[in-house]
Structures are given as C-alpha cells and as structure tokens.
C-alpha cells in the first residue's frame, strides 16, 4: 500500500478523533447549560456512545495510518523530534483519557441513568461533570498541538 493510502487513514482518524471530542465537548455544555434533567441523561448516553464509537476509531485509524505511513515513507518513529514528540502528546492525551476522563465519564452516565426519568440533577453530578471538562480540556489541546506539529514539523 501506498504512503498516500496511509495518509488519506490517518487523517480519516484524525478528523474521527477531534471532530468527535470537539463536537461532544460542545453539545454536551449546551446540554448540561440546561439543567434539564432528560437533555442532560440523554447527552451524557450520547457522550459515552460517540466516544466509544468516533473517538475509538478515529484513534485506531490514526495508529494504522501513522504506522503506515512510516514504513511506507521511510520514517523512523522514534528518531525524528516531530514524530516522537507527536507520539508523546498523542499518548499523553490517551493516559489522561483512561486514567482520568473514562472513569469519570462512567460516573456520569451512571449518575445520569437515575435522573433520566426528570429526577433532580443531583449535585455530584456537577462537581464530576466540572472534573471532566477542565481535563477534557486539557486532552483536546494535546491533540490540537500534535495537529500543528505533524502539519509543520517544528
């Protein structure tokens, strides 16, 4: 396969990965700006579906692709300081992902799931959902400097 090839994947994963985590972020603080407690469950359920099925695939297509595109072009992964410190941030982004923003995005939908019903929002709930923005922040910015680097190879 073609370096082309490659590269047409791994921008399909790039625009799954950050149009997902951009987009979500959005409609999920229109949603939660609310405090309608259905809007609310309904936009959380919807967070943890889009993640699982965006943002997982666009991160298995930016590996595909990424890979790829190194053997095919020639690329040393670990010897050019655009690709590793690329790497770093991706992979920097996903510990803050696992470590931190799954868990408590599972919180959310669980605590979500009791107030569907229109039940009281209850307060835990705003005190993780403010966790998971300040570090949903931190994980998108991470990803849109690496942007930057692959386009410019500081």
Partial sequence: ??????????????I???GNIIVTAIWKMFADRTQEPKVVAFSQRLVSMTDFVFTASGIVLIQIGAHGMASAGG???YGESWLVWGQGMFIASGVIWVLI???VQTKLHRLARTFA?????PERYFRLNRHWYIWGVIATVLPLV?????????
């Fill in 1 to 14: 396969m073609t370096y082309e090839f490659f590269k047409a994947v791994h921008l399909l994963g790039v």
């Fill in 117 to 121: 019903d229109g039940s009281p929002i």
């Fill in 75 to 77: 690329f040393d992964l």
């Fill in 101 to 103: 923003l799954i868990p």
């Fill in 16 to 18: 799954l990965f950050l």
């Fill in 146 to 154: 690496n942007l930057y680097w692959m386009v410019y190879k500081p």
